[in-house]
C-alpha cells in the first residue's frame, strides 16, 4: 500500500440467530457474537443482508435487529441490509437504520421484478436517496446471482450525478472479480468492497476498500491476516489459499446452515437455527463439515 491510503476494512455479513425454523430472533446471540468478531479483527459489521437472511425478516424484526446491533457494536462499523422488494419498505428500513445510528444502510436492488431497465433501478435508487435523513448514506448492494438484477455502471453513474453525498460505496457480490476493478477504476470517490473471499487479494491489489463476508463470521482471523499482509506490502499468496479453502467448505451445503453449525465449535456460541426455507445441517453432515474445517485449519 502507499502511504496516506486507509487500511482495507473488514466487514462481517452477519447471521442472524433464530431459535428453531419458525423461531423468534435470538438477540443475546447477537451480542455475544459481535463482541467476538471485534475482538477478532472486524471493522464492522452488515446485519439483516443476504447471510442475516434479511429478506427473512419482517420489518418489526429488522428493526429490532437493527436496535441490538446498535447497542452492542462497541467500535464497529454498521451497514445494515435494508433493500426489500417494496420500495415503501426499502425507505422505511433504511430511514429506521440511518435515524438508530448505522453508519450506511446496504441497499439491495427490488427483486422481485426481473429484466428492469436501468431508467427503473435509477429511479428506484433515487427515491430511496430522496428519503434519506439529512446526512444519510447507502451503499449500493451489487449481487445478481441472488437478485437476478444487477446494478450496471449507467446506474451508479446516475446516482453520482443526482446524489453524490448519498452513495458511500457498493458491495460486488458478482462473483466477477473483473467488474469489481471496473467500479474500483471508474469511481475511485466511492467504496468499492468485494463480498467474495477467494477474489480479496485481487480486489485488494485493484483498488477495493475492503470487503463485507459471510465467511467472517467464523473466520475474522484469517481474512484480517490477508489484508494486513497485504497492507504490509508482504506475500499474500498464501493466504489468499488459505482464506479460499476455508471459503470451499461453506459452499456444498450453503454459507447459513453452515456457519451456524460451525459458529459453536469456533467461537463458544450457543446452537442456532436457520429460518425456513433454509434448514438446519443435519448432526453427521455438520460433523462431517467440522472435520473439513479442522483439516484445513491444521492440515497436520
Request: some cysteine; aromatic content about 8%.
Amino acid at each position: 500500500m502507499k502511504e496516506g491510503e486507509p487500511m482495507p476494512e473488514l466487514f462481517v455479513a452477519s447471521v442472524t440467530p433464530f431459535t428453531g425454523g419458525a423461531g423468534t430472533v435470538d438477540h443475546p446471540w447477537i451480542a455475544r457474537h459481535l463482541r467476538w468478531i471485534e475482538a477478532n479483527g472486524a471493522d464492522g459489521v452488515v446485519p439483516c443482508g443476504t447471510t442475516g437472511e434479511g429478506p427473512s425478516l419482517s420489518l418489526t424484526e429488522r428493526m429490532a435487529v437493527i436496535d441490538t446491533v446498535m447497542e452492542h457494536r462497541g467500535g464497529l462499523k454498521m451497514y445494515p441490509g435494508t433493500g426489500c422488494a417494496a420500495l415503501s419498505d426499502t425507505i422505511a428500513a433504511t430511514r429506521y437504520a440511518i435515524t438508530a445510528g448505522a453508519d450506511a444502510a446496504l441497499v439491495l436492488p427490488p427483486f422481485f421484478f426481473k429484466g428492469l431497465s436501468d431508467d427503473g433501478l435509477l429511479a428506484y435508487y433515487r427515491a430511496v436517496c430522496e428519503a434519506l435523513p439529512a446526512g444519510g448514506r447507502i451503499v449500493l448492494y451489487h449481487i445478481p446471482p441472488i437478485s437476478q438484477v444487477a446494478i450496471p455502471p449507467a446506474v451508479i453513474a446516475g446516482l453520482l450525478e443526482s446524489h453524490p453525498e448519498a452513495i458511500l460505496g457498493l458491495k460486488d457480490s458478482g462473483g466477477d472479480p473483473q467488474y469489481t476493478a471496473t467500479l474500483a477504476r471508474q469511481f475511485p470517490q466511492l467504496k468499492i468492497y468485494t463480498g467474495g473471499a477467494p477474489h480479496l487479494a485481487r480486489a485488494l491489489h485493484d483498488g477495493a476498500a475492503g470487503g463485507i463476508f459471510a465467511l467472517a463470521n467464523a473466520f475474522p482471523r484469517e481474512l484480517r491476516a490477508l489484508m494486513d499482509a497485504f497492507a504490509a506490502g508482504a506475500d499474500i499468496v498464501s493466504a489468499q489459499s488459505y482464506v479460499t479453502a476455508l471459503s470451499e467448505v461453506l459452499k456444498p451445503y450453503g454459507n447459513v446452515p453452515t456457519l451456524k453449525a460451525m459458529l459453536p465449535r469456533l467461537a463458544d456460541l450457543p446452537p442456532t437455527s436457520a429460518r425456513l426455507p433454509l434448514l438446519d445441517l443435519p448432526a453427521d453432515v455438520a460433523e462431517a463439515q467440522w472435520l473439513r474445517v479442522s483439516t484445513v485449519l491444521d492440515p497436520r
